[in-house]
């Protein structure tokens, strides 16, 4: 007997290396019109690297600085957190135990290590304007967080990720962590382009300037950025109010809640999160971003057949 095509379809997309969880998924994926991408993890490697350790407060050193981090991180599933715990193991730095570990998806973390409170996060709140420094009232604090937004600016036009240290709410340092685009994503964005008539979208947590020259390389025009989860969700959704029906590829705990407000929400099977996995209608068993153009394709030919 002959498989219906909407099975075959999916043991084809399976063998191509997109796991696609029901025949429902199957039939969607062959009516999508755009691609929404996440950045870290997503089009680029999500193996980023520490590139900088820069000591804002003068009284700690840069290795004593990353230590304190890494400890912070060990228990981050996010890949800045596991690159910050591999920079300092590759550094041979002594990692604490850390305890009262917290994580808040697209900001970053917090534990206690060694009795101090250590937060590792974006520079959200200093491009917002320090207002921390100035509910503090000290003029010591207004002048570091001058120089951290200087930093973080410096960085950030590099192409880099940068990273906010606090001890006990003391901003003390800032790190820079660079990662690899993909190879194949200017391949798959034109790809893409051309399959749906619509150019792909890039929705990231990280910051403008680092989302912006990503976007360039990989022919993204429509770029947004510093978004918190729910800030990803609505803009999935304000693309669906335009008409788009829309693909969400993404791998963070922060892209759950787009993906599952996407038409289709496609997880990155290698650098996923188990949140991303579970939530997506689709998994990219291989590790290769042409996979999402192809399975479109198989998806409608295979929409053909049926109807
Ligand atoms: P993306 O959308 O590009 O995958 P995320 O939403 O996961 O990025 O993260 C957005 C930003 O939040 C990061 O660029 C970083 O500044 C901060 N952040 C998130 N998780 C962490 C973490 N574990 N450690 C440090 N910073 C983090
Ligand atoms: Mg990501």
Do not use: C, W
């Not at 800045?80 to 300092?88: E, K, N, S, T, Y």
């Not at 937004?149 to 036009?157: A, D, I, L, P, S």
């Not at 200017?186 to 403008?208: K, M």
Request: hydrophobic share 50%.
């Amino acid at each position: 007997a002959t498989m219906p095509p909407l099975l075959a379809a999916i043991a084809t997309a399976g063998r191509h290396g997109v796991l696609v969880k029901s025949a429902v998924v199957l039939e969607r994926l062959g009516t999508v019109t755009q691609v929404a991408f996440d950045k870290t993890g997503t089009l680029t490697e999500g193996r980023p690297h520490l590139t900088e350790v820069r000591v804002l407060a003068g009284d700690v050193a840069a290795e004593r600085l990353l230590a304190l981090a890494a400890a912070a991180e060990q228990d981050s599933e996010h890949p800045l957190g596991r690159a910050v715990v591999q920079a300092a193991r590759t550094a041979g730095l002594p990692i604490a135990r850390a305890y009262e570990f917290g994580s808040e998806p697209g900001r970053g973390v917090r534990a206690r290590v060694d009795g101090m409170l250590v937060e590792v996060a974006g520079p959200a709140q200093l491009v917002a304007g320090g207002r921390e420094a100035a509910g503090r009232g000290s003029l010591r604090s207004a002048e570091v967080e001058r120089v951290a937004r200087e930093v973080v600016g410096e960085f950030q036009r590099g192409g880099h990720t940068a990273v906010l240290v606090r001890i006990d709410g003391v901003l003390t340092g800032v790190l820079a962590l660079a990662d690899r685009m993909r190879p194949g994503a200017a391949a798959t964005v034109a790809r893409l382009t051309a399959l749906t008539g619509a150019g792909p979208v890039l929705l990231t947590g990280d910051n403008g300037p680092a989302a912006a020259r990503l976007a360039a390389q990989a022919g993204i025009r429509d770029v947004r950025a510093d978004l918190l989860p729910g800030d990803k969700m609505e803009a999935v959704a304000d693309l669906q109010r335009q008409g788009a029906r829309l693909a969400l590829v993404g791998d963070g705990v922060n892209d759950a809640p787009a993906l599952a407000s996407a038409h289709v929400g496609i997880a990155m099977g290698s650098t996923g999160s188990d949140l991303a996995l579970d939530t997506a209608d689709a998994v990219i068993t291989r590790d290769e971003l042409a996979t999402i153009p192809a399975v479109i394709a198989l998806a409608r030919r295979a929409r053909r057949l049926v109807v």
